[in-house]
């Protein structure tokens, strides 16, 4: 069966710092990739997405995630850290023949002053 | 554009009880989820509709769980009776088709006394 996991369900950073949060699917096919965030109250919103090409992508608030088919990854980055970004992040890979996407279980991002 | 829709924002009701969550999906797109989230179970896939057709409901949790889409703009979610531990926040959110990113709404979180 497929799945998504997100080793790490919580990860604290000081502001200013960089980040990279985890996230490593199991499929045979080649998935098509997004990271989403969760503040407090809301749904979830898009970040990113990969669905072919260049495996390195950017996306909105200044986060980039990299595609790497031979790890089974994903990684969400950014290089500094605001107060802002304190959140919950999920992966979600989609493949297979539905292409539905799963959900890893997510990531709760602490932010330190 | 106006975003996924839900309705109502917070529901508390007594065990028992029929509920009733509704959502409003963004126009022109085909897919529709519906979603429930707790923290021991993280976010779980219910019921998703193509063009307002079930497709999958093989995560809805029991017979009192039920999903309706009378028509590409309204969808339902229904629980009947309502018990302690349906006590979740829950999702809707719509897609373009399967392989593009879903849009949520900001939940409806629902309270079972």
């Known amino acids: 069966a497929q799945s998504v996991t997100q080793p790490d369900i919580h990860i604290t950073v000081s502001e200013g710092a960089s980040l990279e949060l985890r996230c490593n699917y199991s499929y045979g096919a080649t998935p098509y990739l997004f990271w989403y965030v969760q503040s407090p109250g809301q749904g979830l919103q898009l970040l990113l997405k990969?669905?072919?090409?260049?495996?390195l992508v950017q996306g909105i608030k200044g986060f980039e995630a990299e595609f790497k088919r031979s790890q089974s990854s994903f990684n969400l980055r950014k290089p500094s850290v605001h107060w802002s970004d304190a959140a919950e992040y999920f992966c979600?890979?989609?493949?297979?023949?539905?292409?539905?996407?799963?959900f890893g279980r997510g990531t709760s991002l602490i932010v330190h002053p | 554009d106006a975003g996924v829709i839900q309705s109502p924002r917070h529901e508390v009701t007594e065990m028992g009880q029929e509920v009733t969550l509704r959502c409003k999906p963004i126009s022109g797109h085909d897919y529709l989820f519906w979603y429930r989230q707790t923290m021991m179970r993280g976010l779980e896939l219910l019921i998703y509709f193509n063009n307002n057709v079930p497709i999958d409901d093989s995560g809805m949790p029991e017979d009192r769980f039920s999903a309706k889409m009378p028509n590409a703009s309204f969808s339902t979610l229904k629980i009947q009776p309502s018990e302690p531990r349906d006590s979740a926040v829950y999702f809707c959110?719509?897609?373009?088709?399967?392989?593009?990113?879903?849009?949520f709404g900001d939940g409806t979180r629902l309270s079972i006394l």
């Open positions: 959110a719509s897609s373009l088709d399967r392989y593009q990113p879903q849009h």
């Open positions: 979600a890979v989609g493949a297979g023949g539905s292409y539905i996407p799963t």
């Open positions: 990969y669905f072919s090409g260049d495996t």
